[in-house]
C-alpha cells in the first residue's frame, strides 16, 4: 500500500494528532531492495509489513439483527491473517438470527481454513467471567452485558487480550462493499506500520459516502461526524489557544487501536463510545489534567486520520437513530467533559438547538462511562476464559 506520510502534526499535551493521509495506492507492488528514488512524502508499507501486523490483529465485527448477505460479505473482505470476532447482539426469539450468523461463520471457516470466534452478547458465561474478574462495568441489572455497540466492542475487547491480540480493529456489519473492508484493515496495518508509540490508534475518513437520491450523489461528510468534529476542534483550539481543525474522524466507526492504549481508556455507552476514546484520550494524555499513565505518556499517544479509496455505503437506519442515539450522546461526551469550557459548550448548545436535537435551555446527555480493560483481574479472567474460548470457535475442528 502506498500512503501519504504524515506531513502535518498537531500536538496536544504528549498526544500527537496526524493530519489526514491520503491512500495513493491500494497495491504498491513489490518490495525492492534499492529503491529507486526516496519520497519522502510517502510512504510505501510492503505487503509482508502488512501481514506481520495483521498476525497480530484482531478484527471485531459488532452485529446486531444485519442483513446476514452483509455481514458475509463483511467478513469475507477481512484479510486471511486477522483473527475475526464477532460479538452479536442479534435476536435468538422468533427467528434466530445469532444462529444463522454462527452458521455462516462456520461455513466460512470450514471453506477458507481460518479461524474465527462468535459469542453473543447476552452470554451468560461471559458475563460471569467479568463479573467473577471484578468487572462489572458493561454489566446490566440482570447480571447480562447490556444492550449497546461500545458494550459489545469492549467484551470484545477483553476476548482479543485473552487471544493474546496486539492490535484490535473495528469493522461494521453493515458494510455493502466487501473491497472497503479490506481497505480499511490494510490502512489500520498501514497506520501501526508508522507509529513510533506503542499506545497507537487508526482512525478511517471516507473520501465519499454515497447517498442515493435522484441518482447516485459522492457526499463527503455526514450532519453528525460534521459537528462532533467541529465541536471537538473548538474545545482543542480554545485549550491549546491556536484554532484548529485538525479532528476529522470523531466519529470514527471504522477505527483501530494498540491493544496497549486500548486497555487504559475510559469509553462510553452505545454510539458515544467514538468520541469518548478521544476525549479520553485528550483528558488523560493532554497535558491539562493529571496524566492518566505515565508510561504511555512517556511514549506519547499517535492518531492517525487515514483516508480511504472506496466510497463507503452501509445501511441506513433513519428515524431518530442519528439525532437521538448518536449526536446527542456523542456531543455529551465533549460537554461534559472536565476538559470543556464555556465557549464550547456554547457551541454544542447551539448546534443542538439549531439540529432541533434539544429545547431551549437543554443540555445533551450526560455519558454513561465504561472503565478502562486493565481494571479487571486478569488472572481470574483469563482463568474462567480458557474453559470458553473453545465454544466461541466457528471453526469445528478447533472444537
Ligand atoms: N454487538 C452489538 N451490540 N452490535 C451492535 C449493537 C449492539 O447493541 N447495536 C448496533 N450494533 C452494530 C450494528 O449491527 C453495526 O454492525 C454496527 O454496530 C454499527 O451500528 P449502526 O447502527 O450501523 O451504526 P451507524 O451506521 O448509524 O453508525 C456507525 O458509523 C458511525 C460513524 O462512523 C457506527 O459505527 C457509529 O458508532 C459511528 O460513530
Ligand atoms: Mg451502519
Not at 504498491?28 to 509482508?48: H, M, T, Y
Not at 444462529?99 to 470450514?110: G, P, R, S, V
Not at 480499511?184 to 459516502?209: E, I, N, Q, T
Not at 505515565?294 to 466510497?311: D, L, V, Y
Amino acid at each position: 500500500m502506498r500512503i501519504e506520510s504524515p506531513r502535518y502534526t498537531e500536538r496536544f499535551g504528549s498526544v500527537r494528532i496526524n493530519d489526514v493521509q491520503k491512500v495513493l495506492e491500494l497495491d504498491s507492488g513489490r518490495a525492492k531492495e534499492l529503491p529507486l528514488q526516496e519520497n519522502i512524502a510517502v510512504e510505501k508499507i510492503e505487503e509482508d509489513a502488512i501481514k506481520d501486523l495483521e498476525e497480530k490483529m484482531a478484527i471485531v465485527i459488532p452485529v446486531k439483527d444485519e442483513k446476514l448477505k452483509l455481514f458475509e460479505g463483511v467478513v469475507s473482505g477481512i484479510p486471511h491473517e486477522c483473527l475475526i470476532i464477532v460479538v452479536s447482539n442479534s435476536q435468538r426469539k422468533r427467528v434466530d438470527r445469532f444462529k444463522m450468523e454462527q452458521d455462516a461463520l462456520k461455513q466460512f471457516c470450514h471453506f477458507t481454513r481460518r479461524e474465527a470466534l462468535i459469542v453473543h452478547q447476552k452470554d451468560p458465561n461471559l458475563a460471569k467471567a467479568l463479573a467473577d474478574a471484578g468487572y462489572n462495568s458493561i454489566l446490566g441489572e440482570d447480571g447480562l452485558i447490556r444492550n449497546g455497540k461500545a458494550e459489545g466492542m469492549v467484551a470484545a475487547m477483553f476476548i482479543a487480550m485473552i487471544a493474546k491480540k496486539d492490535y484490535v480493529g473495528f469493522i461494521d456489519a453493515d458494510n455493502y462493499f466487501p473491497g472497503a473492508v479490506w481497505e480499511y484493515v490494510k490502512c489500520y496495518a498501514a497506520g501501526f506500520s508508522m507509529a513510533k508509540s506503542p499506545y497507537s490508534m487508526v482512525r478511517v475518513l471516507w473520501r465519499y459516502k454515497p447517498k442515493i437520491s435522484a441518482g447516485m450523489y459522492f457526499k463527503k461528510w455526514g450532519r453528525v461526524s460534521e459537528t462532533t468534529n467541529r465541536c471537538m476542534n473548538s474545545l482543542i483550539s480554545n485549550r491549546t489557544g491556536f484554532e484548529t481543525e485538525i479532528i476529522k474522524t470523531g466519529n470514527a466507526g471504522e477505527h483501530a487501536m494498540s491493544l496497549r492504549l486500548a486497555e487504559i481508556l475510559t469509553y462510553a455507552s452505545g454510539y458515544a463510545v467514538e468520541p469518548q476514546e478521544l476525549m479520553s484520550i485528550f483528558e488523560g494524555f493532554g497535558g491539562v489534567l493529571t496524566m492518566a499513565h505515565p508510561t504511555a505518556a512517556k511514549h506519547g499517544i499517535e492518531i492517525f486520520q487515514t483516508e480511504t479509496r472506496n466510497p463507503h455505503l452501509h445501511e441506513e437506519k433513519g428515524g431518530q437513530h442519528l439525532t437521538v442515539e448518536m449526536l446527542l450522546p456523542g456531543l455529551g461526551t465533549i460537554y461534559h467533559s472536565p476538559l470543556c469550557e464555556e465557549e464550547t459548550k456554547q457551541v454544542i448548545v447551539n448546534e443542538l438547538l439549531q439540529q432541533d436535537a434539544i429545547e431551549s435551555e437543554g443540555e445533551p446527555p450526560a455519558p454513561c462511562f465504561i472503565k478502562p480493560l486493565k481494571t479487571i483481574d486478569v488472572k481470574k479472567f483469563t482463568e474462567a476464559m480458557s474453559e470458553q474460548m473453545e465454544s466461541y470457535s466457528a471453526l469445528e475442528e478447533h472444537k
